[in-house]
């Protein structure tokens, strides 16, 4: 069992930076591998990045590619996502998700644990 809670959102401007941080509990953590997605209003929950459980491979979505960095302290049972250059489209809540998969998925049915969610807003 895996419990995830997220942190770190806020509201910013276009153009500035904002880190989530997600806090895991358990001690299997470092087994899992872990993913961001977000939800804007009346959308579906899409892929943002993903990160395998040793954190040498890091995949994400077209749209937020060179932008947003995902990374993770298995010594701290803590994954990140650092948000550069954000923009108004970026605003939705932010979910992280751990995949006990062995290879790290771009889906929401592969996740088996959620988080609660944080809410970014980036103002034009």
């Known amino acids: 069992q895996v419990q995830l809670v997220e942190s770190g959102g806020g509201l910013v401007q276009a153009g500035g930076s904002l880190r989530l941080s997600c806090a895991a509990s358990?001690?299997?953590?470092?087994?899992?591998?872990m993913g961001w997605f977000r939800q804007a209003p009346g959308k579906e929950r899409d892929f943002v990045a993903t990160i395998t459980w040793t954190g040498s491979r890091t995949y994400y979505a077209d749209s937020v590619k060179g932008r947003f960095t995902i990374s993770r302290d298995n010594a701290k049972n803590t994954v990140y996502l650092q948000m550069n250059s954000l923009k108004p489209e970026d605003t939705a809540v932010y979910y992280c998700?751990?995949?006990?998969?062995?290879?790290?998925?771009?889906?929401?049915?592969?996740?088996?644990?959620w988080g609660q969610g944080t809410q970014v807003t980036v103002s034009s």
């Open positions: 358990g001690r299997t953590f470092s087994s899992y591998a």
């Open positions: 998700a751990a995949d006990s998969g062995l290879l790290p998925g771009r889906l929401v049915h592969e996740y088996n644990y």
